[in-house]
């Protein structure tokens, strides 16, 4: 939660066209959330991208995401975050961004994915390593160790340490 309160989520204009500061709420209710339920009204979709369009909320988004992964989420919230994130690393900056000058979402989302590689990294073992494999595809620039974790991300089978 601590990532969350980082940003000055109001000053971030939101997809939604008001400032972001209902979007770090919406992380608050994912995470704290104790069943899947107690989140049911959270939705990205239109606040941090639309249709693969990127908004500016979506770079400091995936510093919270990564965070809340490092802990020990819900499991509905690292499902829905893991998800989130492939999206997110998979976007570009919408056209609205573009015409306000923000030309390089796509490259700072996915900048910030990268610092958290580690965290995406131990999710390519778990339930949600399809998306998490996803995620590595697009922003890990080794292409070695994509290649290594891939073996896993699309199987049971866990590597002998």
Same mark, same amino acid.
């Given at each position: ?56 909320? &979506?770079?400091?988004?995936?510093? !919270? /995401? #990564?965070?809340?992964?490092? +802990?020990?989420?819900?499991?509905? *919230?690292?499902?829905? $975050? ?30 910030? &994915?990268?610092?958290?590689?580690? !965290? /995406? #990294?131990?999710?390519?073992? +778990?339930?949600?390593?399809?998306? *998490?494999?996803?995620? $590595? ?25």
């Amino acid at each position: 939660m601590a990532e969350i309160g980082r940003h000055d989520w109001s000053r971030l204009r939101c997809g939604c066209g008001e400032p972001a500061g209902h979007v770090a709420d919406m992380f608050r209710t994912l995470i704290r959330a104790p069943e899947a339920g107690d989140a049911s009204g959270v939705d990205f979709d239109g606040h941090l991208e639309r249709l693969g369009g990127l908004y500016e909320p &979506a770079v400091p988004a995936v510093g !919270v /995401i #990564l965070a809340a992964l490092a +802990g020990e989420p819900p499991a509905h *919230a690292r499902a829905d $975050l893991i998800f989130l994130l492939a999206i997110l690393v998979s976007g570009d900056s919408h056209p609205d961004e573009e015409a306000r000058g923000l030309h390089t979402l796509g490259a700072d989302v996915r900048h910030r &994915a990268r610092e958290g590689i580690w !965290v /995406i #990294l131990r999710h390519v073992f +778990g339930p949600d390593r399809d998306d *998490a494999g996803t995620i $590595l595809e697009i922003i890990d620039p080794d292409a070695a160790r994509r290649a290594h974790y891939a073996r896993f991300a699309t199987s049971e089978r866990k590597p002998r340490h």
